[in-house]
């Protein structure tokens, strides 16, 4: 119904006699995918009732924390007060311990850095090439470092190779990845497809309001991208690009050369400090030194390097080994992450709904159902399989589920 009054023009900010927008009335009957609808539809997140209360304020006293998220990341105001004074923060003090402690995680300020290692804040982000750039001057400024003013004085030849063909494959990978398609889902074709006839065939919790289409098993929407993305693994700041089933192995390559590269360039920096004269009697690579025997630039150059060197070491080595243990299971950091569901339970392979890749157990049978009952099994369950099987998938499996195999899981 507010879709289709959504397109006739009703405005769907407009209060009731107790001041409550559609907004509120949501958030506190905690009718998640309506709150998200009404969201994407653009409607006014600060708009306050009689009481004063914003929909965040009416989110804490519904204990609605996964709506509060919602609002937050499209830019819901965390100051803004009631007619009591009271912040939607100052409102968990109604709450039992455990809720009022989550509310006070989510509502904190959020600080943001661009580390690839936590999550990303709840505010809104749009897509920004300052880290991209960043990222290239850093790896510009070590290698020249390493190639003008650290690798000249040393009398071992295939340092300046070994490094100068791991410096290229990142550079490269890094270009490759940051283009690369992730894996969107795009919309269907054809009047089945409208957002309206998808709203009386498929669960509301398996479409996406802000794309307006059928997500898939893996699927997750991007807020910065504002895209819906296949088997999503997260968004890399230092690529400016979302990450999901079809680039995840250049992402896993790219990950991998940026920790080979800090790990070679910090090990040569550090071996380095100490030598402070050429090593070599008739030096082959003095059209290459620049500042080699100024030694304030020598210093700056190898503990710098080593600094900025162990500030990438840390993170990547976590990222490539979350990534192995990722390919074993079968999974995305995304999904091991995700709260809104049991814990330790497997997530469903959208390899399910091909007939080709259906496993023939009894399970797997169960999986390629028609209707919407066994359709809802592709969004809990799949079956277990050993490291190699999950390996393959994981970097075989590259085809992204079409609007119209995704809706024939729910026909009649």
């Known amino acids: 119904m507010l879709h289709f009054l959504a397109e006739l023009g009703v405005n769907l900010s407009i209060p009731d006699r107790e001041g409550n927008t559609p907004l509120h009335l949501a958030v506190q009957s905690n009718q998640v995918f309506l709150a998200r609808f009404l969201v994407s539809m653009g409607v006014e997140l600060n708009a306050k009732n009689k009481d004063g209360n914003t929909p965040l304020h009416e989110c804490v006293i519904a204990s609605n924390i996964r709506n509060a998220k919602d ?10 007060k009631n007619l009591a004074g009271q912040t939607p923060a100052q409102l968990t003090i109604l709450l039992d311990t455990a809720t009022a402690k989550t509310f006070g995680s989510v509502l904190e300020r959020p600080w943001y850095a661009g580390c690839p290692l936590g999550r990303l804040p709840l505010k809104p982000l749009e897509r920004n090439k300052w880290h991209y750039a960043f990222f290239l001057f850093l790896w510009f400024a070590i290698y020249l470092s390493q190639l003008c003013v650290i690798e000249p004085k040393l009398d071992v030849w295939y340092f300046m190779l070994s490094t100068s063909m791991i410096a290229g494959k990142l550079l490269i990978s890094f270009f490759v990845t940051a283009h690369s398609k992730p894996g969107y889902l795009e919309r269907g074709v054809g009047p089945e497809f409208e957002f309206a006839n998808l709203l009386k065939k498929v669960p509301l919790n398996h479409l996406c309001s802000e794309c307006k289409l059928i997500k898939a098993p893996r699927s997750k929407h991007c807020t910065i991208c504002n895209r819906c993305v296949d088997r ?5 700041v230092w690529l400016d690009n979302c990450v999901g089933r079809k680039n995840a192995n250049l992402y896993f390559c790219f990950i991998f050369y940026v920790w080979l590269t800090v790990f070679l360039f910090g090990w040569i920096a550090m071996d380095s400090i100490g030598v402070t004269e050429c090593e070599i009697d008739h030096c082959v690579y003095d059209s290459l030194c620049v500042g080699c025997h100024y030694m304030p630039l020598h210093y700056l150059t190898t503990v710098g390097g080593m600094v900025v060197c162990f500030f990438y070491f840390v993170p990547t080595s976590y990222l490539c080994t979350r990534q192995w243990i990722n390919y074993a299971q079968n999974k995305t950091t995304n999904e091991l992450h995700a709260q809104d569901g049991p814990k330790g339970k497997d997530v469903s392979d ?25 359709a809802s099994r592709l969004f809990s369950e799949r079956p277990k399989r050993g490291c190699r099987a999950n390996y393959r998938s994981m970097c075989c ?16």
């Open 397 to 412: 499996d590259k085809r992204v589920p079409t609007q119209v195999e995704l809706l024939a899981q729910y026909s009649n």
């Open 350 to 374: 959208v390899a399910s709904i091909y007939c080709d890749d259906v496993t023939t157990d009894d399970k797997g049978e169960e999986l390629m159902g028609t209707n919407t009952r066994r």
């Open 71 to 80: 609002l937050l990341l499209k830019g819901a105001s965390r100051s803004a």
């Open 232 to 236: 999503y693994e997260g968004h890399c």
